[in-house]
């Protein structure tokens, strides 16, 4: 049987008292798209910063490739593609330079990989003699896309890369993503964004340190068996209120300009009875229906199972 791409077991790290990574266990396979879903503080950067061999775990053991990422760090960092959070590039380097410079680290050149970045550099080839740091936030991280898959890893390892950056740019880099993952390429990537979660093969959802679960995001939302509605209002807090002191009601969560709330088990909930007592506390233009949920509502439903 083929070894997995990553394997991670009881890995734990610790800060002064804070845990920010608390005992995680999980298996990419390669050419899976493998998301870590949650807020910030959940404790996402601290796995991915383990994974790519810039921080040392207190507990627990992860491979890479079947390479011990502590013992055998010299070895993983060659067969990863490591893009964090914030644009780290050298911004008073051209779009060339930058990429050479990365090719060159790794022993290697940008004719040589050409192939394997083509479809995402071609977009910058315009601009190669600009700084990277006069660049958009679009065409940034398409830089270090590119930076990250030069030396051809088996591995990419990508934190919150759409944070910052516009809806377009996001669409187009998931897009890119699906496009290196039909070459075999195993991708895992943290976003704090619930949507995207949906673009993975896999997620994990993370938070305080604890990944809550791990599936297919279509699995992850067909466990969710409460009753939930959707309720919109001019007064959305006097309604949050109202909702959160009703005995019959379980969580009550905002969702923009919609509150998302659910009922305790066994309970049959009057909509028009709701409407009635939200109208005599003077709530006017209410809208309520049953809806089906997305992966964020899951999301909240763990955590209060969790807390």
Known sequence: MTAPAVWVE????????????????FAVQKGEIFGIIGPD????TTLIRILTTLLLPDEGKATVAGHDV?????KVRHLIGYMPGRFSLYQDLSVEENLEFYATVFGTTISENYELIRDIYKQLEPF???????????MKQKLALSCALIHEPELLIL??????????S????????KSLKKKGISIIVSTPYMDEALRCDRVALMQEGRFLDIDRPEKIIGKYDKK??????????????????NVDIQSVVPFGDHVHFTTR??????????LEALAAKGLENIAVKKIKPGIEDCFMDLMNIES
């Open 10 to 25: 009881n890995i734990s790290k610790k800060f002064d008292r804070i845990k920010a990574v608390d005992q995680v266990s």
């Open 41 to 44: 503080g959940a404790g996402k």
């Open 70 to 74: 502590v013992s055998a760090y010299k």
């Open 128 to 138: 190669k003699n600009r700084l990277a740091g006069k660049l958009s936030g679009g």
């Open 159 to 168: 934190d919150e890369p759409t944070t910052g950056v516009d809806a377009i």
């Open 170 to 177: 996001r669409i187009e880099f998931w897009d890119m993503l």
């Open 228 to 245: 939930l509605y959707s309720i919109f209002t001019n007064e959305p807090y006097l309604l949050m209120e109202y909702l959160q002191e």
């Open 265 to 274: 088990k066994k309970v049959e909930i009057d909509l028009e009875d709701l």
